[in-house]
């Protein structure tokens, strides 16, 4: 029986009364009860919310809200990220202070968060902008220069043209464009603050052995940080003027074993000795032209591999092969890369394709040194033994060094605009840098600056800022003028939310051991290599120095997907076919959105498009809830107690795996059983209390309709029965001879012999068999029934 309702007579009544009562408000650690920290990744406030922001944020609420009537003591906090590059876009578009924008927006934002009904706990809350946040990520940056994890030096940066600023390598796309605006990335050389992530970098790839999260979520990381398992080989270089001139040439190979086959040395373009031997190299201007063209090219379409190799002959310069002291020449070629191992390659064409297509091009020499059964040849006195023993073997004999190599680099951090965290440091008057003392933090922004990019930092443009520091520090002294990238921001703010109040230190170790770490975080999958990779490695950094309780962050990790327009494409407002979710909350409830959204599929990775027609399906599916009461009756349907607790172990399994999707199919099984068969009042309660995480605010209602005091959310979740959730048959599949021919339907216990008969009854089945011989059979009960026959 569909029932109509009008959503907006009691969801802002509900959301009113939960935070009224502070409902969901985390409060101090209960002891008695087992904590579950559930984070999102908080929001940047550079516009309204989007369905997207919905989909991260109530879906994960239906598992916020389930564990919480479990008796878990849950903290869902909710915060904005409020630094960085959209939201001073946004504001210099307007000509206003990014300040005032992005306050402007919190303020509109937290609004709309409020309209979903969310279990946010909001008394554990925080704003990157705040200077009291911000004042603790000066005082950890401060710790990590002090400790030398972070620097500045130069080095060639990735230059967006568009903002003005620098970016990271993990924020430039795989076609090398800004993953922010989309414009192609320029190679700089300049100085630039830094992170010593690479010091880390076998931290976070063992450490994720320890992690519940999916796979591919690992993999990706141990990708980005590529460790290479190989060694370090020392080529001894000879020119013109001294055949014994002491330069080498040190090289990474993960094949020391191929020694023997290498006929020639690459080095990148950028590599520092091809500057160092210009006076040695006798055809320096082909060299140079060659160097300045590749500074052009960025790192994708030098490591493309289907363009033709290319490259300059060192001439006067060449190499000795330590294996076999073999002269080999020497060459610069764009598709060795100057940031990954030292720079350079030993090239050996037999065994490589990329050193194939080159030496192919410029007639080098082939030398095979390893069979088809993987065992050496042409190696002098290592032929014969297999390629994994010579790896250590000719590396030792050589001199050379195992070792291992990364393509993770440290992470730039300086960027050249307004809307960020100052860097903390200030400069004498013979210009060492020092740390900004703790009493001197927050080391807030200047007002007095042109918030327009040209390419300067806007705060060289403060006098205010200039005054200050020569004020405090003396006359001479001078400011940092760049701000820290906003991934600096979003590094440790799980931690800020368990202790925002706390002015004497960003979160003291306390509260750390009561709450942390993070039960399970939902994200977006554009962050596996960004976000969730910096966060890892800013907590393993302050772990070493003793500042945090945990070396890992975040113990299970899910990625959602992407909802795209009703018309199958990304949402874009060129296209029209944006959905705004506040349109949808008027229309037909917050409820009814939230169900539709954990409805489309499974929660993780996929991407699905908004479809109007599905919406009003569930409208109608919580119109029947709605009306259910009418089916309340005296008697007790066994069929009807039976197929409850069998939704119950449902949904609960389901919820925990994040298939809210199946969840809600079972629910809607569930009530069309009903609708025919009827129910008694407990199981109509317990029904409200299994649908109370999707459709908290009609659940709610209904409850207090039925004469209930308290909040549904403060229930408990049911609890199947397991005598009753058991299933009467089971389906399984009959295989004869290893291939799939049928099925029967049996009791989950059932005997050999009782299936054996079952398929003997069974026409189709038995006609396959019949006048076989048995020979064997295998049985899994309640799973599978494999005959083994012969003639």
Not at 669 to 693: C, Q, W
Request: glycine share 8%.
């Amino acid at each position: 029986m569909h029932k109509r309702f009008d959503h907006k007579e009691f969801e802002g009544k509900w959301q009113k009364e939960w935070k009224e009562t502070g409902l969901y408000d985390a409060g101090t650690r209960d002891q008695n009860k087992d904590k579950e920290y559930v984070l999102v990744e908080l929001p940047y406030p550079s516009g309204n919310l989007h369905i997207g922001h919905w989909y991260a944020f109530a879906v994960p609420d239906i598992y916020v809200r389930f564990r919480r009537m479990q008796g878990k003591q849950v903290v869902y906090p909710m915060g904005f990220d409020a630094f960085g590059l959209p939201a001073e876009n946004a504001a210099i578009k307007r000509s206003i202070n990014p300040r005032e924008w992005t306050e402007s927006n919190i303020e509109y934002m937290r609004t709309q968060l409020e309209s979903m009904g969310n279990a946010f706990s909001w008394d554990k809350t925080t704003s990157t902008i705040d200077p009291a946040y911000y004042k603790w990520t000066q005082w950890m940056f401060g710790e990590f220069f002090k400790n030398d994890i972070a620097y500045r030096g130069e080095g060639v940066v990735n230059w967006c043209p568009h903002d003005h600023t620098v970016i990271a390598n993990e924020q430039v796309l795989a076609d090398g464009t800004c993953e922010r605006c989309g414009t192609a990335i320029e190679k700089r050389e300049m100085p630039q603050w830094k992170l010593r992530i690479t010091n880390y970098a076998d931290k976070l790839i063992d450490g994720l052995d320890g992690l519940d999260w999916p796979e591919h979520i690992k993999e990706a990381q141990r990708q980005w940080i590529g460790r290479s398992k190989g060694a370090e080989i020392d080529f001894k270089i000879t020119t013109p003027q001294n055949t014994n001139v002491n330069i080498s040439i040190k090289v990474f190979t993960t094949r020391p074993d191929t020694l023997f086959g290498v006929t020639y040395l690459v080095l990148a373009p950028e590599h520092s000795l091809v500057a160092e031997l210009q006076t040695q190299i006798k055809n320096w201007d082909d060299v140079a032209a060659y160097v300045q063209a590749a500074k052009q090219k960025d790192d994708i379409e030098r490591g493309d591999n289907t363009k033709e190799k290319t490259g300059v002959k060192l001439e006067g310069i060449t190499a000795i092969n330590p294996a076999n002291g073999e002269e080999i020449p020497v060459y610069i070629a764009d598709y060795v890369l100057g940031g990954y191992g030292t720079g350079a390659i030993m090239a050996v064409p037999a065994h490589d394709e990329r050193d194939a297509a080159f030496a192919d091009k410029f007639n080098l020499p082939v030398v095979s040194v390893i069979t088809e059964t993987a065992v050496l040849k042409n190696s002098a006195e290592f032929d014969g033994m297999s390629s994994e023993e010579a790896k250590i073997a000719i590396t030792q004999k050589v001199g050379g060094q195992m070792t291992n190599t990364y393509r993770l680099r440290d992470w730039s951090i300086g960027r050249q605009r307004y809307w960020g965290v100052p860097i903390p440091i200030v400069y004498d008057p013979e210009g060492k840098a020092h740390v900004i003392p703790k009493e001197h933090l927050p080391w807030t922004l200047p007002e007095d600056v042109d918030f327009t990019p040209t390419g300067e930092p806007p705060l060289a443009k403060s006098v205010e800022l200039k005054e200050r520091t020569e004020r405090i520090f003396g006359a001479g002294w001078t400011p940092e003028l760049e701000t820290m990238d906003t991934f600096v921001d979003s590094a440790w703010y799980f931690m800020r939310y368990m202790d925002n109040q706390n002015a004497e230190t960003f979160a003291s170790l306390e509260s750390q051991k009561e709450w942390l770490p993070v039960d399970m975080y939902f994200g977006g999958a554009e962050h596996t290599t960004m976000h969730l990779l910096y966060s890892r490695f800013w907590q393993k950094a302050l772990h070493t120095l003793g500042l945090v309780v945990h070396d890992e962050p975040y113990l299970r990790r899910a990625n959602h997907g992407m909802i795209l327009g009703p018309d199958g494409n990304k949402m874009s407002k060129s296209k029209g076919n944006v959905v705004d979710p506040d349109e949808q909350v008027k229309l037909v409830g917050a409820d009814t959105v939230k169900m539709y959204l954990a409805f489309m599929g499974p929660y993780e990775n996929s991407s699905y498009p908004w479809d109007p027609g599905g919406v009003t399906g569930l409208r109608r599916f919580l119109e029947r809830v709605n009306g259910l009461d009418s089916h309340i009756t005296d008697s007790k349907p066994t069929e009807t107690t039976s197929l409850l607790h069998k939704t119950i172990k449902k949904v609960s399994d389901d919820i925990a795996e994040f298939k809210f999707n199946t969840a809600i199919s079972a629910m809607m099984i569930l009530m069309n059983h009903v609708e025919k068969s009827g129910l008694t009042h407990d199981s109509y309660l317990t029904f409200l209390r299994l649908l109370a995480p999707f459709a908290p605010h009609l659940t709610e209602e209904l409850w207090h309709q039925a004469g209930n005091k308290t909040s549904i959310h403060s229930a408990d979740f049911p609890i199947s029965n397991p005598e009753l959730a058991k299933d009467d048959s089971v389906t399984i599949g009959i295989q004869i001879n290893g291939k799939m021919r049928g099925t029967i339907t049996i009791s989950p216990t059932a005997s050999e012999s009782d299936a054996m008969s079952a398929v003997a009854s069974t026409p189709e089945l038995a006609e396959r068999i019949s006048g076989a011989e048995i020979k064997k059979i295998i049985y899994v009960p309640g799973r599978i029934l494999n005959i083994i026959s012969g003639i």
